[in-house]
């Protein structure tokens, strides 16, 4: 039987093959050929009793993330509160980068916005090419648009913890009683509320509720080569080819286009200076990493 893997938790993964829902464990084999079967991946999987069975392969993959570990997404909304977690700009670009370098489509979901206006928010990231639903899940508002996104396509929400990702989702589709906690206070963060990855169906689509993360970690993900962030930042591409020098960084050249339009107020100052750090950061990326992740 063939299915999609909805749900995993420490080795057992729910299957759902359209008719039922199998708890499957992976074949030993998986470990050695250093395969761990995701979310969203799709499975032949044999049955062993009546709502149990084995994984014994995995399809090929569409795309695949680290954080959250998902396969095979046909788009990532990254929610972003106006407050309480207050917006990171350098995460958001850093899971944008990630979702460019996967070929998923990085939408952004701003929210709570009965807390604070968030449309300076909305503006920025429109402008740099990208869908921005502005909801809020409080006051219920904005929900219409985000529904409609989600038909047809398998999509997860990704963001800190606590900035509203499961309330979100019980707004949207009240069946789902999604389990939902407070901010913390001191920390201004959430308290990981949700703890593992799920996918749910949704009319007539899928979708992914993640745990969230602290704006405080610096992530692992698949690296991405210095040289190649800059198709990663798509607002970038106007003005890639203009620069003097070739082989241009596009962080502090003279006669760099892209420096130009960010003076100028084309492209936004937030997203050049997480480009900046980014390549810092990727320029002290051993090469091996690459080596063995990027094949
Ligand atoms: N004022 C206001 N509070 C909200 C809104 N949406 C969510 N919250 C609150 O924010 C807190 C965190 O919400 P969650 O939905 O648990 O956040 P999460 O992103 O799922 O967090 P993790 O599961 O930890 O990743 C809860 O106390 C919610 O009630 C909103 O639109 N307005
Ligand atoms: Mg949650
Ligand atoms: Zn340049």
């Known amino acids: 039987m063939q299915g999609m893997i909805v749900k995993t938790i420490s080795g057992f993964y729910d299957v759902d093959t359209g008719d039922a829902i199998y708890t499957c464990r992976a074949r030993g084999v998986f470990r050695n050929e250093g395969l761990v079967p995701l979310t969203g991946d799709r499975v032949e999987i044999t049955q062993t009793s009546e709502h149990a069975g084995t994984i014994i392969s995995v399809l090929p993959r569409k795309n695949q993330l680290i954080r959250p570990p998902l396969a095979n997404l046909d788009q990532l909304l990254i929610v ?19 979702a460019e370098l996967a070929e998923i489509e990085p939408m952004l979901v701003v929210s709570k916005t009965d807390l604070k206006d968030g449309t300076a928010l909305e503006q920025l990231y429109k402008k740099a090419g990208f869908s921005v639903f502005y909801t809020c899940a409080q006051q219920k508002s904005g929900l219409e648009d985000l529904r409609v996104a989600f038909t047809g396509k398998i999509s997860a929400f990704a963001g800190n913890s606590g900035v509203g990702k499961s309330t979100l989702l019980n707004a949207l589709f009240p069946k789902l009683c999604l389990q939902t906690g407070e901010t913390s206070k001191k920390l201004g963060r959430g308290r990981h509320t949700t703890r593992h990855v799920q996918l749910y169906r949704v009319g007539e689509g899928y979708i992914a509720d993640t745990p969230g993360f602290s704006s405080f970690e610096e992530e692992v993900q698949q690296p991405i080569r210095r040289e190649n962030l800059q198709f990663y930042f798509r607002e970038f591409a106007p003005y890639l080819t203009g620069c003097k020098f070739t082989s241009c960084s596009h962080t502090k050249e003279k006669g760099c286009k892209i420096i130009e339009a960010v003076d100028q107020g084309k492209i936004a100052a937030s997203r050049f200076e997480s480009y900046k750090k980014m390549y810092e950061l990727a320029s002290q990326t051993p090469d091996w990493v690459f080596d063995k992740k990027q094949r």
Do not use: E, G, M
Request: glycine content about 0%; charged content about 15%.
């Open 80 to 98: 972003v509160s106006t407050t309480d977690p207050p917006p990171n700009y350098f995460v958001i670009d850093k899971i944008i980068a990630y």
